[in-house]
């Protein structure tokens, strides 16, 4: 089907391919008689456009046998006359007579091309493969490919812009206050004084209802972020203590903190990623017999949906809010699962589950090509594919690592910890030259391969200790040569206690110390 499509495809180039030839060669004709013909001179005679074209027409018909087909336009026509004198008066007859018989030839190639299509095609092939063959081998490699969600790895290049009294958000406000940098895939959520708030995609420039406290990128799954408030229900109500996550919503709608009562507004409002609850100082208007300042501590409110009410603080005026006391999370570590097939590591339980993070803990990624990068705590990660290990960061934990060393064509042993890395950027633990090759990583006390060397005809095997063979040193060092002999195999020997059969899936199942060694 795939051979019979590109026939197909040949067949239509081909005519497409005569066509344009045939009109090249018929209009280069119909100039070489209209100048050597002198036909351009019935011009001299003619009153308007119109009359310009039936005279050169006129002048024309005698020759009109030695066109391949007979009809002439007025668009051709109208080329003809637009010729200029320059050219006319340097035309060059040897060199339109030569221009013709390319066409021709050309012509005759692509008419018995398609009386020859099966022929044509084949040498078509041949020709790809002559093109794109040896030398120009696959450098990219064939995988599955992940479902990735393109708000998690769009760019985020266009700057974000408000105008809080008015009401107004977009990307196309530049004299405006910027907020900071988003993507065209970004949901907003904007929190007004009054109370409301709505969902809003990105746009040029939006209407979301003024008098705007806070706008902030907002993700619907994610459960961690809680937003802490304090709001007076009506004008003169009560005032309410409430946390909460928004959850799912719909676009452009307005939701409320409470009723909607007309006159409510909101007095302290803090936006927390991980859950934190801080400490807050309530003052008073000044009231008789009343205590004028109080703490309330928001560790104290249960979390609940977007629509509940809240805690009454006081049904007294209130003068002032301040936060005293920054918060912690209330939620505890997040657990982050790896999705290998999309590079992400996420709370979307997608994938395999690596264990549970705090807010202060960083994320060490090894990946199979040797270099390795520290990524702060964040929700998602973006990693890539070809990941070799997955670990909470600890800069003085040791690493082993047996890799070939392109630079001198031996096999090397590197004992290491990462104290002093990049803690933003990509770096290497194996040399940068283009042949070198992790064949193993360990992160354990244990590491062992059996290595099996050519020795003249025969082959020697010898199981090796690789935390024997080095010194810990620091993750730029090259590492120990351990070993003059060929080597011609090496593999990992795996513990005997490694091997889960199933007795103790309780206590195995504890995930204290996430990692992932895939």
């Excluded at 011009?43 to 456009?49: E, F, G, S």
């Excluded at 024309?60 to 087909?69: F, T």
């Excluded at 040897?94 to 005759?108: P, T, V, Y």
């Excluded at 099996?452 to 810990?472: H, S």
Aim: with cysteine; net charge negative.
């Amino acid at each position: 089907m795939n051979t019979e499509h590109t026939v197909k495809l040949l067949e239509w180039e081909l005519a497409n391919e005569l066509k344009h030839l045939e009109d090249k060669w018929h209009m280069t004709t119909l100039e070489k008689i209209f100048i050597e013909k002198e036909v351009y001179e019935v011009i001299k005679k003619a009153k308007d456009r119109e009359q310009i074209i039936n005279f050169v027409r006129e002048g024309l018909m005698p020759y009109v046998k030695r066109l391949h087909r007979k009809d002439i336009t007025d668009e051709e026509i109208g080329k003809l006359i637009e010729i200029p004198i320059r050219r006319i008066s340097h035309y060059d007859r040897e060199k339109a007579d030569q221009l013709l018989k390319e066409l021709e030839e050309s012509i005759a190639t692509c008419k018995y091309n398609q009386e020859h299509i099966t022929d044509y095609t084949i040498e078509h092939f041949k020709n790809i493969l002559k093109k794109y063959g040896e030398g120009k081998e696959r450098k990219t490699q064939i995988a599955e490919f992940g479902k990735v969600e393109a708000v998690h790895v769009a760019l985020a290049n266009q700057k974000l812009y408000v105008n809080r009294k008015e009401g107004f958000v977009g990307t196309g406000m530049k004299k405006e206050e910027y907020l900071f940098d988003v993507s065209e895939y970004d949901d907003l959520i904007v929190f007004k004084a009054d109370g409301s708030f709505k969902v809003v995609k990105v746009s040029d420039k939006d209407f979301v209802g003024k008098n705007i406290l806070l706008v902030e990128k907002f993700k619907k799954d994610d459960d961690r972020h809680i937003y802490n408030v304090i709001h007076q229900d009506g004008k003169d109500g009560a005032y309410y203590i409430k946390r909460f996550n928004v959850g799912g919503v719909t676009r452009d709608k307005d939701y409320f903190m409470g009723k909607g009562t007309p006159g409510s507004k909101i007095l302290y409002m803090s936006s927390n990623l991980n859950g934190e609850a801080e400490v807050v100082e309530v003052t008073l208007k000044p009231r008789p017999r009343t205590k004028l300042n109080f703490e309330v501590d928001f560790s104290s409110i249960d979390v609940k949906g977007r629509g509940a009410m809240g805690n009454i603080v006081t049904k007294y005026p209130v003068k002032s809010i301040k936060r005293v006391r920054k918060g912690v999370s209330t939620l505890g570590a997040r657990v982050l699962y790896f999705d290998a097939l999309a590079g992400i590591i996420s709370t979307q339980k997608k994938g395999d589950r690596i264990g549970e993070f705090g807010e202060k803990d960083k994320i060490l990624i090894v990946k199979e090509n040797g270099t390795a990068r520290v990524h702060d705590m964040a929700d998602p990660i973006l990693v890539g594919t070809g990941i070799k290990y997955i670990h909470k960061f600890d800069p003085e934990q040791v690493f082993t690592i047996l890799y070939f060393e392109g630079g001198n064509f031996n096999y090397m042993v590197k004992r290491f910890n990462l104290e002093g890395c990049p803690m933003t950027t990509e770096f290497s633990l194996v040399s940068d030259h283009k042949d070198t090759q992790m064949i193993e990583f360990f992160a354990t006390d244990d590491a062992r391969e059996l290595m099996e060397y050519q020795v003249g005809r025969e082959v020697q095997k010898e199981e090796l200790d690789l935390t024997e063979v080095a010194e810990i040193k620091g993750y730029k060092a090259l590492g120990s040569k351990f070993t003059a002999k060929k080597v011609k195999r090496a593999t990992r020997i795996t513990p005997p206690d490694s091997f889960d059969d199933g007795s103790n899936d309780e206590e195995d199942s504890d995930e204290s110390d996430p990692e992932l060694n895939l």
